[in-house]
């Protein structure tokens, strides 16, 4: 019987930290274990996050084994090698692939019964391994995808457009990753397509201002990993966002990385389109509205993915 108080984090590194700190915050969960290689790490990382308990609300946070994580809701991934700089997302692939594989094998061998999320890169090709390794029903393994890009993009819009960044609409799809596609086909601010708004607002270069902003967002990752080593308060709160969705049954339209059947011509492969997710994970897909330059580059997209996992699993 799965417990909807308790989420379990397997990786106590920078981001599976912060998540940790960010689930803590929200409220949502009563429990939390916390899974380590380094077992001193999760027990240093569940102490410290546990000071911060009085100020929030009641929650039991510590690290444990597999056999603590049987009953969670959500288990959340994010063990594995780290993006080093110059390296790109997909380089991860072989290290953490085999780290992955040895997860699965705690888990379905204890036969959880809760969501996946996975967190750790390269996303796509881990969530795709995962569902495959653990065998479980495709509903029920999802990665983060491209919920942080598609938050760096409306970020960067709402300060572009000077406005609240809650009232841009507009999706990153495809690989969590270079080959990225910002849809500005139906990006929008409140329902007035964002070309429209720019030009009330006085900006008319929109070419060069869309290939400005899609551009800072592929590469966000790369300049704080150059700057700080590595990036993670915006995916702890992407984290935050998803397992919101799922444990409030919210029906919320996310870009989650899930296996493709069929969109767009693409099968068989694991990337960002938008969904609605809710308590049993991925429920349904929703239709994404692509021009044809924004097509071409989801099926090229798709195709790296596909490649790369074809030969690594």
């Not at 690989?175 to 500005?184: R, T």
Request: charged residues 25%.
């Amino acid at each position: 019987m799965v417990d909807q108080r308790k989420v379990a984090m397997i990786g106590c590194g920078f981001v599976g930290s912060a998540s940790a700190f960010a689930l803590m915050q929200s409220g949502m969960f009563s429990e939390m274990v916390m899974i380590d290689a380094n077992v001193a790490k999760a027990e240093g990382e569940a102490l410290d996050i546990s000071h911060g308990v009085p100020y929030a609300r009641p929650m039991k946070i510590y690290a444990g084994t597999y056999d603590d994580i049987v009953d969670a809701a959500i288990i959340v991934i994010s063990a594995g090698a780290n993006q080093k700089p110059g390296e790109t997302r997909l380089d991860l692939v072989k290290k953490n692939i085999a780290i992955f594989r040895s997860i699965m094998n705690e888990l379905t061998s204890r036969k959880v019964e809760g969501i996946l999320l996975i967190v750790a890169n390269p996303v796509d090709i881990l969530t795709a391994a995962a569902q495959k390794l653990s065998g479980l029903p495709e509903n029920r393994v999802l990665g983060s995808g491209t919920v942080l890009d598609t938050a760096r993009f409306k970020y960067l819009l709402g300060e572009h457009l000077g406005v609240d960044t809650r009232n841009v609409h507009a999706f990153i799809l495809g690989e969590h990753g270079d080959s990225e596609i910002a849809v500005w086909s139906s990006a929008n601010v409140s329902g007035v397509p964002v070309n429209e708004f720019c030009e009330l607002k006085g900006y008319h270069d929109h070419e060069r201002s869309m290939k400005e902003i899609a551009d800072q967002v592929k590469n966000s990752a790369y300049e704080i990993i150059e700057k700080k080593q590595a990036t993670y308060y915006g995916i702890a709160m992407g984290v935050r966002r998803i397992c919101e969705a799922i444990i409030r049954d919210e029906k919320s339209v996310l870009p989650v990385s899930r296996m493709i059947h069929g969109e767009f011509g693409i099968d068989g492969v694991a990337l960002s389109l938008p969904a609605i997710v809710g308590a049993d994970g991925v429920e349904a897909p929703v239709p994404a509205e692509l021009n044809e330059e924004e097509l071409a580059a989801l099926r090229k997209s798709a195709d790296v993915l596909k490649e790369i996992l074809n030969e690594n699993l």
